[in-house]
């Protein structure tokens, strides 16, 4: 795509997406041989700090790539005009937020897709410097063809500008995709949830009460994700296991999910595949 202010040894872009931080391409990456998905950020660099700032992060951004659950992160730099920009593999598979809309997860599944992520994201909040992802919502979570929920569009460290993401802010953001999966309705305070989906998992309510309030008392990710494991448990003690009030939450029909562009090519999943394999994964 010619006129862009592109890194070196990427080739045949087709832009894919705008963000309110970064253009998203699909690039060819001459040196590795293989599709990439390259995001080149709106600002510049001011100065060899933020310069230096962003390497260190770039760094810790390609640690991340050992986890199943975070897409790989394997390069990173800055342009010749002084745009940041980093290359990240090209999954296969679909946006959550698609997920969400055309063939939703029931309530169980919804939960022990949220139990992967937080164990993601406690992993890298315990990395030094911990990473904290500071956006945790649908749109930021790919479900891959095989079913793995992976998490991307860390946010990128500033030298100025708005506070720095906190992990406690991550808990609070996961707990509201979590609410908004089993209920339908995005939390605070858009629509009526129907409460008697998170009713009906013991301990639930109570766990999102202390963590979707102005001050949580979970500020800790690894704690959220022992006591989502604890609803789990007390859940599947339970026979049958608690579900969707009759009419509220239906199974969809075997369907295509169309895959995020830019992430993957067009693969046909079920939710009965994809449940499937988010039990494989617990």
């Not at 862009?4 to 997406?17: A, H, Q, S, W, Y």
């Not at 003690?237 to 090519?265: D, F, N, V």
Request: proline share 9%.
């Amino acid at each position: 795509m010619a006129g862009i202010d592109t890194p070196t040894g990427f080739t045949r872009l087709e832009r894919v997406r705008t963000g309110a931080d970064a253009d998203v391409y699909q690039a060819w990456d001459e040196r590795a041989g293989r599709w990439a998905t390259l995001r080149l950020f709106h600002r510049f660099v001011s100065g060899r700090a933020d310069e230096a700032a962003f390497a260190t992060h770039v760094a810790a951004w390609v640690g991340l790539a050992c986890n199943a659950s975070i897409v790989p992160v394997r390069a990173g730099g800055i342009t010749a005009t002084g745009r940041p920009w980093l290359s990240l593999d090209r999954v296969e598979g679909a946006l959550l937020t698609d997920v969400l809309r055309n063939d939703p997860p029931g309530p169980a599944d919804a939960l022990r897709l949220t139990i992967t992520l937080a164990d993601a994201l406690a992993w890298a909040h315990a990395l030094r410097p911990p990473m904290v992802h500071g956006r945790i919502r649908a749109e930021h979570v790919i479900v891959s063809a095989s079913g793995i929920p992976m998490i991307t569009d860390f946010s990128t460290p500033r030298p100025s500008g708005p506070p720095a993401p906190t992990a406690s802010g991550d808990v609070t953001d996961l707990a509201a995709l979590l609410f908004r999966m089993l209920t339908g309705v995005s939390w605070p305070g858009r629509g009526e949830p129907d409460d008697r989906i998170v009713a009906a998992w013991p301990g639930l309510t109570a766990l999102l009460d202390e963590v979707l309030t102005p001050v949580p008392a979970i500020d800790s990710m690894a704690v959220f994700a022992t006591r989502l494991r604890a609803v789990r448990d007390a859940a599947e003690a339970m026979l049958p296991l608690p579900a969707a009030p009759p009419g509220e939450i239906l199974t969809a029909a075997p369907a295509e999910i169309k895959p995020a562009r830019g992430y993957g090519e067009r693969r046909p999943i079920s939710v009965l595949a994809l449940i499937a394999l988010l039990r494989r994964h617990r």
